[in-house]
Each structure stands twice: as C-alpha cells, then as structure tokens.
C-alpha cells in the first residue's frame, strides 16, 4: 500500500539543521554553533516565564496585545501593523505561504538564511540566489536576478553567516529599483547588535518605501530562542493578510510573558551589546592574527574561513571542527550555505572566546 504523495517540491527540500547542542564523552560543552546570547535570557523575563506557569490552562492573547503595543512603544511604531510569531521563521514562512507559489520565483542573498529556500520550496516556489560580492549582499546582482515570477526577495542584513551588511543608502537603492510588487523582506534578526552609523533596520524602508517587510526575532540579543518568539513591522495591507493566515493562538502564553518582561530590561540588553562590542572586535582580531580569514561582523558571530590551501580548505575546516569538539567547543560549520572552508563562531562569555582562540591556535600548530 502506498503511502500519500506530498505537494510537488517538498521530498526537495533538505530539511534545516539546528547547530549541534551536545558531545560524548565532555565534561564541559562549550556551545557556540547556534548565536544565542552569550548571556542567557534576562532575569526578568526568566520570572516572569516562570510566573505564566499558574497559568498554562488558559489560552494565550491571540492578538499579542500587549506585546504589539510594548514594541511599537518602544521602537516608535504602529502597533496595528506588528504581526507576532512563533519566531522570525514562521514570519518567513507565512510571507512565503501568503505571496509566493507554483510557478513563482523567491529571491535571496548566495549565502542567505537557509530558510529562505526552505520557505519557498514548502510554498511550491521556486528560490533562486544571487551571487555575493566579498561574501556581501550585491544590489546589483540581487536586481539582475529579477525575473518576470519573482515575488518576494529576502535580505537578511546583517547577513547571518557571513556577518556583513549593507547600508541604508544600498537598502533604499535597492527597493527603488525593484518592481513595485516585489515585497522586500529585511531580516533584521541581529539588529540589536549593528551599531554601524549607516545602518539600519529597516523600519525607514517599511514606513516610506512600499511594499516592505521588517523581521525581527527575540532569539539573539534577547536570548530567548527556546520560547520562538518572533515579529513583523509590516505595510497595513500585508499584516491584514498575515494575520489571516497564521494559527489563532500561534504564540504561547510564556513567550508572550517572557518578550514583554525582555523588552523592558535595557539595562540587561545594553550589557550584552557592550559585551557583544569588545569580545566580536576581540575575537576577530585574534583570528586574523592567526592568519584566518575573517570578515568584519555586524551581528554576535564571526565566520572563519581557512587560508587558501588548493583542494584541502573544506578538510581543513572538517578537521578543525572535529579537533575543537575534542576540546568540548561546538561551532557551526558552513557546508549547507556553500562554505564548506569555513566555521561560524558565536560571541560567548570571555572564559570562552579565548578558549576558543587557544583551541584554533593549538589546531593550526599541528597542520
């Protein structure tokens, strides 16, 4: 008896691989795979999840009211245009879901956010890349790749994993020069972290460029991954029709406590962009001395690329994975983005970075 046949283009999709969590045989684990906050979530908003506990029997606000109204409060915008989700992810895919089809096209970044892709092929569309400069977002390639079936393009900026951006002036190029139905959807999931002067998130673009969507999630800064805790600043039009379409109670009750207790602990946030600030500059610049290749990050994470060594640097990246596990520290290699010579380290704790740094340097000795 055969078993039910899936929509076209779902047995395609390489389905997405969390950042490893855990090692036989380690006393201590360092985790630094997945860009979570080096500090954990704030003690405030541990209470206050902790305290949405007495009331797991009832269901959760539908509309995310007070947390739609908090967020807007707090980064001057309109609360009737935010759309809450089981993290940015489900935003992604409901925008896929909502605009994208059989027969369309959903552009993305060469190295962009792997559930672009994923997102699009679940929708029935088909996702297509652009190629980077300098592991960069290319405006130009991006709008060359524009075709008569694409719908929406997505820009995760700072790009996760390569750590770089593009400015406000590129952003705004980008959009004007776009068709006027092509939705531009800016992931700015590391936002919290880009202090760039010609940076920014996005919320100019959507309130004065058109057809644009800003994602934003609670699982970095806010160290809150494991609630799935996301939102979207978006056009009225297309919050109306994502809230069509998600599930009626699709944030819990404990994420809805946790995110609003999160976002009113700035003190807890400025300490971890401040940390994020000295050990990112720090990091990069002890890997560079290494002789890595290291791109300059926006975001609480570095991407490590080997030094050319013809037909080895893919080896070498695998064998430095391996060695590091050996010393208890987990990070993310890139093979699934088409970097095969490269590994992602998150920002951690300082015990941690130099852990890190001395088991790369004690790697490379022996090669």
């Known amino acids: 008896m055969s078993g039910p046949t899936p929509k076209p283009g779902i047995m395609n ?45 009832r269901y959760p606000d539908g509309g995310c009211v007070a947390l739609r109204a908090a967020i807007a409060e707090l980064n001057g915008l309109e609360a009737d245009r935010i759309v809450c989700g089981a993290g940015s992810d489900e935003i992604i895919s409901l925008l896929c879901q909502a605009y994208a089809g059989a027969g369309d096209e959903v552009l993305y970044s060469q190295h962009g956010f792997l559930m672009y892709a994923i997102s699009a092929k679940a929708a029935g569309a088909t996702p297509v890349f652009a190629p980077e ?20 393009l997505f820009l995760a900026n700072p790009n996760n994993p390569t750590g770089t951006y593009l400015s406000g002036d590129e952003l705004w190029r980008l959009r004007r020069e776009l068709r006027d139905d092509i939705i531009l959807v800016i992931d700015a999931a590391y936002a919290e972290y880009a202090s760039r002067d010609d940076y920014t998130p996005g919320v100019d673009l959507v309130d004065g460029g058109g057809n644009v ?33 998600r599930g009626p109670f699709n944030v819990g009750s404990p994420a809805l406590a946790a995110g609003l207790a999160a976002l009113g602990d700035s003190e807890f946030i400025e300490r971890a962009r401040t940390h994020n600030d000295t050990w990112l ?37 695998e064998a430095c994975d ?13 093979d699934a983005y088409g970097l095969d ?20 340097k004690e790697f490379l000795e022996q090669i």
């Open 13 to 57: 999709i390489a389905p997405y691989v969390g950042g490893e969590s855990s090692l036989d045989g380690q006393d201590r684990i360092i985790k630094l795979s997945s860009n979570e906050g080096a500090f954990g979530p704030s003690p405030l908003a541990q209470a206050a999840y902790t305290d949405a506990a007495s009331d797991l029997h």
């Open 133 to 152: 400069t300098n592991l960069t977002s290319n405006v130009d390639a991006l709008l060359g790749a524009v075709s008569d079936n694409t719908r929406l």
């Open 213 to 245: 969507v800003m994602t934003r999630t609670f699982s970095k800064i806010y160290g809150l991954g494991g609630v799935r805790l996301g939102w979207a600043y978006c056009p009225a039009g297309i919050a109306d029709v994502l809230n069509r379409i």
């Open 281 to 317: 500059e720090w990091t990069r610049s002890q890997f560079l001395s290494l002789g890595l290749e290291v791109p300059p990050s926006a975001g609480n994470f570095v991407l490590v690329r080997f030094p050319e060594q013809p037909g080895r640097n893919a080896d070498i990246a």
């Open 322 to 334: 391996t060695f590091l596990k050996s010393r208890g520290i987990i990070v993310r290699r890139m």
């Open 341 to 360: 010579d490269c590994l992602r380290v998150t920002i951690g704790l300082k015990d941690e970075m130099q852990a890190a740094f001395d088991a790369f």
